[in-house]
């Protein structure tokens, strides 16, 4: 059901994120406005929301006439002033360039009523970079979504109300999602700080030469019985937007210089466009990659080495945001069930495994020469002390 508090939503940027969120929207019974600078983009609107409808109906979720009946509720638009009166919510999907989002929010904060919540869909810059723009500071939020996913993140700024993060919490739930709320910034949020580095100890172990694609990807799919590992993941997501996520400035140090050989390492694909499945060919070919095949779950080699430094990679992220506070472990579990549909988080990973097997694996990850120690020592040093039972646990 839509809440009281909003009626009428409006999508900056017509891409997949504001074609899909915008269809959700309407789905329960929202009005939706789609804005787009670029008439091109909108007249793809209609045919790109019945594809992403073409799937929740497949998914058994509504039926067709619920999505035509949709559809029927969202306008597209190229000039917001024209709108603006009648906007209770705002959610912006532009490019992830930090001038170009200041300048955007500058803009929507002069354009729509004090009134109006305006909100950020980025998933690489913090509400802090951005909010400082806006007079509205106690109306504005970063509203994520997870495309595929019913996992939506929302984090307040240094001046968002609690009011605010009420309003968004109650709107996530009116649209059949998963409100996450983090405690406060982080890069990432919860979901992404995780899966982040797990695709990232997937290419290191490659760039290395560890490991193959097929090799990261089976030994994560037999382990934690999932269709699909962390190379078809970013065939999924398309590499040049794992490439584009890489070359950004980097928060954190980079003391083995795996920023330059990541970039080497995906350039190729890049230049021979080669970007995963919407091109038909990434890591895997597509419509029928391999790893979709009987004959790809048959491994020649002892798998257990590659599993062990993605399954400790993925527990050391989560120690590490419960470690700054950013939310507690079942919190942290649960942002990781609902977005993957896998059965456990890592913290009931860490559990099942034991402290003793998780010390090991981590100490054997000193003689990797694609390992940060320091950020080994970190986790160690936590999960010694709380013997797998973090001090962060509300």
């Not at 490659?206 to 190379?231: K, Y």
């Amino acid at each position: 059901m839509k809440i009281p508090e909003i009626n009428t939503v409006c999508y900056i940027g017509a891409g997949s994120m504001g074609c899909y969120n915008s269809l959700l929207a309407a789905l329960v019974g929202y009005r939706v406005a789609l804005y787009d600078i670029s008439q091109e983009t909108l007249d793809q609107v209609n045919d790109r929301q019945r594809q992403f409808g073409d799937s929740i109906v497949a998914a058994g979720l509504c039926r067709q006439e619920n999505i035509d009946q949709a559809l029927t509720l969202v306008t597209l638009h190229r000039d917001l002033e024209s709108i603006a009166d009648s906007i209770d919510l705002v959610s912006e999907s532009i490019t992830e360039e930090l001038d170009i989002k200041r300048d955007t929010h500058a803009h929507l904060d002069r354009v729509f009523p004090a009134e109006t919540i305006i909100t950020t869909n980025t998933s690489a810059l913090l509400v802090s970079e951005i909010e400082d723009v806006l007079e509205r500071g106690d109306r504005f939020a970063a509203l994520h979504s997870h495309l595929g996913s019913t996992l939506v993140d929302i984090v307040g700024g240094p001046r968002t109300s609690s009011e605010t993060i009420s309003i968004l919490r109650r709107y996530v739930l009116s649209l059949n999602c998963v409100p996450m709320l983090s405690k406060k910034e982080n890069p990432g949020y919860i979901f992404n700080a995780m899966f982040g580095p797990l695709l990232s100890k997937g290419l290191k172990l490659v760039i290395e030469g560890v490991a193959t694609p097929e090799e990261v990807d089976l030994a994560w799919m037999l382990n934690r019985s999932t269709p699909i590992g962390p190379f078809g993941l970013m065939d999924y997501l398309g590499l040049n937007v794992i490439r584009d996520g890489w070359a950004r400035e980097r928060r954190e140090p980079d003391p083995l210089g795996f920023q330059a050989k990541i970039l080497q390492f995906l350039s190729p694909f890049i230049e021979q466009n080669t970007l995963g499945l919407k091109t038909g060919k990434g890591f895997y070919n597509y419509p029928k990659p391999s790893y979709q095949q009987p004959e790809f779950y048959q491994p020649k080699i002892d798998l257990s080495p590659i599993y062990n430094s993605l399954v400790s990679e993925l527990i050391l992220a989560a120690i590490l945001i419960a470690e700054k506070q950013v939310a507690a472990p079942e919190t942290i579990d649960l942002a990781w069930t609902v977005a993957t549909s896998l059965d456990k988080g890592p913290f009931e990973i860490l559990q099942e495994m034991g402290a003793d097997q998780f010390m090991g694996i981590l100490q054997s990850q000193f003689e990797q020469p694609f390992c940060d120690p320091s950020a080994v020592a970190i986790a160690a040093k936590q999960v010694a002390e709380d013997h797998l039972n973090p001090r962060v646990n509300s």
